[in-house]
């Protein structure tokens, strides 16, 4: 029998790609808060948590780091992300090939389908609602359970889980990322990884970093298979 599997999907690049609403929102976030719409210039995003890179962008600028100063960055950024979207052009927003494919094949196996991603909660919603994908994901590990990549998955992973009514052993855990930092994440809490070349690295260098496979996107043979473990 198949063993009760947990999907973690991370956002950027992976499900969507977003035509970089998200570093535009957060600039803007910046330049309200602090008049530096530059702090984020030299930080990249790939596979980073929203509270890192307010973090890092505040430590760039030289503001002092609080906890409370990250989160009202985090709500100017979110009000900034939907403005973004609202004047975001189609053409730069899109799904990618397969995504849809695959959500349909995996809820019909019955795997919990959730998100794993440096995205706070709200960013996540707003990101996906745009493309009519949230409703798809009933839980994940966002950006406002932990800074670090391999926690939020681990909270991803256990909510999954619950959705299941299995213990976290008992299920095979899938992420499906772009970046490097999803296959570390996956590896930290012993996932096995799906790495697509659809965001900013190639299939061959997420395979070269250690990924469980690794495809152009999920449109290519084998990558169904994968996902679902058949
Ligand atoms: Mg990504």
């Given at each position: 029998m198949r063993r009760p599997t947990v999907l973690l999907f991370d956002i950027?690049?992976?499900?969507?790609?977003?035509?970089g609403v998200g570093r535009r929102a957060i600039e803007r976030a910046f330049h309200r808060?602090?008049?530096?719409?530059?702090?984020?210039?030299?930080?990249?995003?790939?596979?980073?948590?929203d509270r890192s890179i307010t973090r890092l962008a505040l430590q760039a600028i030289e503001v002092e780091v609080t906890e409370s100063g990250i989160d009202t960055l985090l709500e100017v950024y979110i009000a900034e992300l939907e403005a973004e979207l609202r004047a975001s052009p189609p053409d730069n927003y899109r799904v990618h090939h397969g995504v849809d494919r695959a959500i349909d094949a995996a809820r019909e196996r019955g795997m919990a389908l959730g998100l794993g991603t440096g995205n706070v909660l709200e960013g996540a919603r707003l990101k996906l609602q745009h493309v009519d994908l949230?409703?798809?994901?009933s839980f994940g590990g966002f950006g406002d359970d932990h800074e670090l990549r391999v926690e939020l998955i681990r909270r991803g992973a256990e909510r999954g889980a619950e959705k299941l009514g299995k213990k976290l052993d008992e299920c095979r855990v899938v992420i499906i990322g772009d970046t490097p930092k999803d296959v570390d994440a996956a590896r930290g809490i012993g996932a096995e990884s799906i790495g697509v070349?659809?965001?900013?690295?190639?299939a061959a260098a997420l395979r070269e970093h250690g990924a469980t496979y690794a495809f152009?996107?999920?449109?290519?043979?084998g990558a169904l298979t994968a996902l679902l473990g058949d």
């Open positions: 950027d690049g992976t499900l969507v790609t977003t035509g808060c602090h008049g530096r719409p530059d702090a984020c210039s030299l930080i990249r995003f790939d596979g980073m948590t949230y409703r798809h994901f070349g659809t965001g900013s690295f190639s152009d996107d999920l449109t290519a043979p």
